[in-house]
């Protein structure tokens, strides 16, 4: 398969999103006085807006590559939850695999940025987890929604949406039907992938979900810790991302270091969430390790080239590819 007619291919997949899907919102504005109330800056502000965050972002690398996203979550039944539901509908997204709580709030991320400073952000949110009604909901809802499914992602920001028990019924189900599986884990779940096709830690969860230390910079030290991760959880590979080190990823019986592009790095804010969806799409297409593993690479990087939280720019990737990815 050739680079142009991977990137052909990705826009007949289905992508299956399981997580924390959550609002973005920004308030700009612009200081000129401070509060006689407090010793606190007052913003006059000059605009608003709201985006998909969280899973989100990951709903929206997918549908930027060409794929058709399908995000299942569970939000609040309050007035930031029917926000994120036009927002979707607005980008053309299914809302079918989203249920909407009278238990539960919407999360949300406030910014207000002051010119180009961002002067506090606000956070409101739960990370307790679903109740069991709902978590039965939708874990039959994932499956119902997975049968066509090419590949399924775990988005987790341990804001309790993805349980132990949905995580391995989700796993054993999708590796009955012989659905790839990929990880972006956090803290609270870390332990709980078992059998996961693909699991892309960074450097910062992986010593802490196992405890262990060891020198990044020693490739032996790396690929042991990896290993050890693999077996601990009994992993189909590990996928893990280094920042400015770049990847690593052993998979199919494949190592492979590959180092980060020189880059002008604007935000590193939504890496991540685009390397595991150029992921999850390669993945899908049973592209190699080293392959899955280099236009990830390519694409975390070419986003972090840009201010604020952006989906990829499939062609940009498919250019930078072509430039710097061979394919036998």
Known sequence: M??????????????????????????WGKVERISPEAPVPI?????????LGGAGNVVMNVQALGAEPIICSVIGSDA????????????NLSTEGIIQSET???TVKERIIAGSQQIVRVDTETDKLINDS??????????????????????????GVLSKELIHDIISFANHHN???????????????????????????LKEGLAIHFDVKNPEELSEAVAMLKSALDLGGV??????????????????????HIRTIADVSGAGDTVISIAACCLALGLSPEL?????????????ESVGVVPINKELLKQEALLHLYVE
Not at 182 to 204: E, S
């Open 104 to 106: 539960r709030i919407t």
């Open 239 to 260: 996928f893990l991302t280094l920042s400015e080190r770049g990847v690593y990823i052993d998979f199919k019986h494949e190592r492979k270091a590959i180092p980060a």
């Open 43 to 51: 913003v006059n502000v000059r605009s608003r807006e709201v985006r």
């Open 134 to 159: 709902e978590n039965q909901i939708l874990t039959n809802k994932i499956k119902d929604l997975a049968q066509n499914a090419d590949v399924i992602i775990f988005e987790d920001y341990d804001k």
């Open 179 to 205: 659905i790839p599986t990929i990880v972006d884990p956090k803290k609270r779940n870390f332990l709980y992938y078992q059998n996961a096709t693909l699991f892309k830690p960074n450097l910062k969860e």
């Open 2 to 27: 050739t680079l142009p007619e991977i990137f052909d291919n990705f826009n007949s997949l289905k992508v299956l999103i399981i997580g924390d899907v959550m609002l973005d919102a920004y308030t």
């Open 80 to 91: 930031y939850g029917d926000a994120l539901l036009k927002l979707l509908r607005e980008q």
């Open 292 to 304: 899955i593993a280099g236009l990830s690479n390519l694409g975390g990087g070419l986003v972090c």
